[in-house]
């Protein structure tokens, strides 16, 4: 494809297929096409290429000849901008002195014109033949294009030189020519317009070569995502090291990931300790300390020790292909805007050749001249660009997405971001979204006398053995304090009330306060109780220590607060959003955690069931709210899906991430503002883009058609249409 209209052309024939729904693509050059039971994919290369193009089916997910497939394109592209590239060169350098001639009297020496020509009708020719060859395939299939208008403005312009030259006076000896930058000169019967038909086309190859650089590097960061992947892996056969390639790997197999090397796939440490590094894949840049049991993604780069790995996603199914997966859909989809676009660059071509038509029919009636007629039809053909209409919304989503995936914004299509310049609201799940969603210990308060350490590594010793979150909470954090955990014998849980068992040689309880006092007769000094009532306070919970029939203390722990959350809060009230925080925990707790990250007391929604946080979410739509929800749990699914814009943190449940509409890798609510600053700003970009591919074709065409634009000022401001949307694009990569 070569511009707009030819996607176009190919959408509208393969839409006319029963059954068949499509839409294509001109920056991704890719057609995404859902077809009914009956309808063959050969079926669909069929009809494209009865079209007048080419096309071929996307290689299969996770084989061997899928990545050589990949390659060869990577390669391949590259290798077709070389050629525009030196198409480009050899046109420049025999174009130039056709310009000087032309332009500078002093330099028309007798018979100029005639090398003029012997430069000129090799660029013609052979430097617009892409033109030529796009346009005469089209007329084959009845269809007119961009490269319709290029080819007959260039084969015009050297048309009217060759008869100006053999049939009229502009052949003769000493022939000299004034060069009019604006139109509105004399013209006379010997005048040519070799240097519009050589240096138009050197205008439009580097327009072309540009927007490919462009476009390419629009596309860097899916490429640089889809790269990310190991190629092969130490897979563990029978004991056996072995080295495989990656698609090898099957779920279950254990591999070794040494330091420096990338993790081949997802999994779960079996063996080792180590600090992975996964800024590629989130934006983070801290490395993250795993151990046994910790999930790690393929991809992500071991800075550490040596690691044994369980793989337990492969393929299709990493984390890595599916962000790719992702990235790839939004890129490929439209938004509302560009739909208009697509109509318009539809029409556009027949348009601009029936404006050319009248344009010359009315500078002949008016008695101006062939020549002033001729200049101003040209320029209409020339200066007309629908590519600048086509880019507008594919780039910017091209690179806005690949921005979003390098900092771990998986935005999953165009249509989410008109959402984002209206959301006024954003309800915040507050457990693993503001909140790190597992209990900490946050405070140790022994009696008078007691040893604060002593007390924890007693009772971290006794909870090591029990399962509930709370017990966990409180063996970790003794663990972190000491080299080893004493035994523990006779251990005994009591559900919902405490556990029990002999450290040491000592009878330890730990657990509620009234069933201490109660079952085991230890009773909390009052000014401990004055303490812990505090704690309860703030939503936190106290567990109570004894042994050797006394309280000895009591350790608070708590859901604690994302070091970044209060940060995110602030972030998203710059935006003008109004933070509400929702959660299914009690009251004292949700006012807490609200104070904490400056959220007010008036928008704390709290003791909420999983299916009461949709009804939170369309109250609040129904009071006139565009609501954005942020939740990483599968209760908060149906609400992620019933908001305007559903955010997910990506270190969620599977439900959640595809029930949303924006993606948060790295499960940082700072990603969230982030998120919506991007999809707002990669709005702006495709609507300056549209703005100025509308606003160009308005004012430039009537200017041409007017007989004020030179052709050559037609040819350059055509080419710089185009680049200027896909660089104006390009500002998105800088995005912070």
Not at 363 to 378: H, P, S, Y
Not at 639 to 646: S, V
């Amino acid at each position: 494809m070569t511009c707009a209209s030819c996607a176009s052309r190919i959408e509208k024939k393969l839409n006319r297929m029963d059954g068949v729904t499509a839409s294509v693509n001109y920056a991704t050059e890719k057609a995404k096409v859902t077809y009914a039971e009956g309808v063959r994919p050969e079926d669909l290369v069929a009809t494209v290429e009865k079209t007048g193009y080419t096309a071929e089916l996307p290689p299969p997910p996770r084989s061997s000849e899928a990545a050589a497939a990949a390659a060869a394109a990577a390669a391949a592209e590259p290798e077709a901008v070389d050629l525009l590239r030196r198409r480009l060169v050899a046109t420049a350098a025999l174009s130039l002195p056709v310009l000087l001639l032309s332009m500078v009297p002093a330099l028309q020496f007798d018979n100029w014109q005639w090398a003029a020509l012997t430069l000129a009708a090799p660029v013609a020719a052979w430097g617009a033949w892409p033109f030529h060859r796009a346009a005469w395939v089209n007329l084959r299939h009845g269809a007119a294009t961009m490269d319709t208008l290029i080819s007959v403005g260039v084969l015009a312009a050297l048309g009217w030189s060759l008869y100006a030259l053999f049939l009229g006076d502009a052949g003769a000896p000493g022939m000299r020519m004034p060069f009019d930058l604006w139109p509105g000169g004399e013209h006379r019967g010997d005048e040519i317009y070799l240097e519009v038909a050589s240096v138009v086309t050197v205008f439009i190859l580097a327009g072309r070569y540009f927007e490919a650089r462009a476009k390419r590097r629009s596309g860097d960061a899916l490429r640089a995502l889809l790269e990310l992947g190991a190629k092969d892996v130490a897979v563990l056969r029978d004991g056996v090291e072995l080295r495989a390639p990656i698609d090898q790997l099957s779920t279950g197999d254990e591999f070794i990931v040494r330091p420096g090397e990338k993790l081949a796939t997802d999994g779960v440490v079996v063996e080792g300790t180590s600090a992975v590094d996964a800024s590629m894949l989130t934006g983070e840049p801290v490395p993250v300390e795993v151990g046994p049991g910790d999930a790690v993604v393929g991809g992500t780069v071991n800075a550490g020790g040596r690691l044994l790995v369980r793989a337990t996603r492969v393929g299709a199914d990493t984390q890595l292909a599916r962000m790719a997966r992702l990235v790839e859909e939004a890129q490929n989809g439209k938004a509302q805007a560009q739909r208009l676009a697509d109509r318009v660059s539809g029409v556009f071509v027949p348009v601009v050749i029936t404006l050319a038509l009248a344009t010359l029919g009315f500078w002949l009636g008016r008695g101006e001249g062939a020549e002033a007629a001729f200049t101003a039809a040209v320029a209409v053909l020339i200066i007309a660009c629908p590519c600048a209409l086509g880019l507008a919304t594919p780039t910017a989503l091209l690179v806005g997405t690949g921005r979003g995936a390098q900092l771990g914004i998986l935005i999953k299509g165009p249509e989410m971001l008109e959402s984002t310049r209206r959301v006024d609201t954003v309800v915040l799940d507050k457990t693993g979204t503001v909140t790190e969603g597992r209990m900490a210990l946050v405070e140790v308060l022994p009696v008078a006398g007691q040893d604060a350490g002593e007390l924890l590594a007693v009772a971290g010793a006794l909870e090591d053995s029990s399962e509930h979150p709370v017990g966990r909470a409180i063996a970790g954090a003794a663990r972190e304090r000491a080299d080893a955990l004493s035994a523990v014998t006779g251990f005994a849980s009591s559900e919902g009330l405490g556990v029990a068992g002999l450290v040491e040689g000592r009878s330890v309880v730990v657990g509620r306060r009234s069933w201490l006092a109660e079952e085991w007769s230890q009773h909390a000094p009052e000014g401990l109780a004055r303490a812990a009532d505090a704690a309860a306070a703030e939503g936190r919970t106290t567990v109570w220590v004894g042994w050797d029939g006394a309280v000895r203390g009591a350790l608070v722990v708590a859901d604690t607060v994302k070091p970044t959350s209060a940060e995110a809060v602030r972030r998203l009230r710059e935006l003008g959003l109004r933070p509400v925080l929702l959660t299914g925990d009690n009251e004292p707790a949700a006012r807490a955690v609200a104070a904490q990250v400056g959220i007010a007391a008036d928008d704390v929604v709290a003791q909420v069931l999983p299916a009461g946080k949709v009804d939170v979410v369309r109250r609040l739509q129904g009071e006139g709210k565009v609501v954005a929800m942020v939740g990483d749990g599968v209760n908060d699914a149906a609400a992620l899906a019933a908001a305007d814009l559903g955010l997910a943190m990506g270190t969620g449940t599977d439900v959640a991430i595809e029930a949303s509409d924006v993606t948060l890798v790295r499960g940082d609510l700072t990603a969230a503002a982030d998120a919506i600053r991007l999809a707002r700003r990669t709005l702006g970009t495709i609507k300056g883009n549209l703005f100025w591919a509308f606003g160009y074709n308005v004012a430039a065409l009537p200017l041409a058609a007017a007989g004020l634009l030179n052709p050559l000022l037609a040819g350059a401001a055509m080419a710089l249409s185009s680049v200027f949307v896909v660089s104006n694009s390009l500002r998105l990569r800088r995005f912070r």
